[in-house]
């Protein structure tokens, strides 16, 4: 079966602390993707990354960064959280190429208080 | 900039009946994908049908077919013989055909409910 791993089902974190999201990966995609769902806004891009140490910004990228050392892992980093992070973060991984499915993970859903 | 709309926040079935979920796209492209995902309660998004723009026949899976009209930028799926397992958060999704590194543009969701 592939798999997605995302390190945390749920966290809590305080204002200003620095707030890492892990992600794993066994299917040896060169995708992989941190994406943020809310209620009413759907899942929107924060970064995506399609090599080893190769990140690109997405439509929500204020306020994180990515990390990308080895091809199976994509880390999310929150520099100072803020209550307005408080929200589910998916990661997702896909091969290169058009219509390629996205494999999911199960979420964490972070709250900042 | 591509987007996706679902107009339907929320929706409901009896088992064993047929419903269809909306989905308006606006795009320049003229070769790009679409699919629809479904994320139960569990959380686990996984993929339910695909459509390639450029293939006229609309695709089918099972009890999932779905309704893409191209002029129109509409995805619907329709989903027959409703079980309670389709119970899920269902998101319509656009893909560029080239250069996109596989990013999806999801459109807001509809929680589809199954009634026994």
């Known amino acids: 079966d592939v798999k997605v791993t995302q390190s945390s089902r749920y966290l809590v974190k305080r204002t200003g602390e620095k707030v890492f999201l892990e992600c794993v990966q066994d299917m040896d995609h060169e995708n992989m993707f941190w994406y943020r769902q809310d209620p009413g806004l759907g899942l929107r891009l924060i970064y995506f990354s399609y090599d080893v140490k190769m990140k690109e910004k997405g439509d929500i990228p204020e306020g994180y960064s990515v990390s990308r050392e080895k091809k199976e892992r994509f880390s999310l980093i929150l520099e100072s959280a803020s209550t307005n992070q408080t929200s589910m973060y998916l990661c997702?991984?896909?091969?290169?190429?058009?219509?390629?499915?996205?494999?999911f993970g199960q979420g964490t859903r972070l709250t900042v208080v | 900039a591509q987007t996706v709309t679902q107009s339907q926040p929320e929706m409901s079935v009896q088992e064993a009946e047929t419903v269809t979920l909306s989905c308006t796209y606006d795009?320049?492209?003229?070769?790009?994908?679409l699919f629809w995902y479904k994320q139960p309660p569990s959380r686990q998004m996984i993929l339910v049908i695909r459509q390639e723009a450029y293939k006229q026949q609309n695709a089918t899976e099972n009890r999932f077919s779905v309704n893409f009209q191209k002029a129109a930028k509409s995805f619907s799926l329709k989903i027959s013989d409703s079980q309670l397992g389709d119970t899920a958060m269902y998101f319509c999704a656009f893909m560029k055909h080239r250069t996109s590194y596989g990013k999806l543009t999801f459109g807001q969701g509809t929680i589809l409910t199954v009634h026994p």
């Open positions: 997702a991984s896909s091969l290169p190429g058009g219509s390629t499915e996205a494999f």
């Open positions: 795009t320049s492209e003229n070769n790009y994908y």
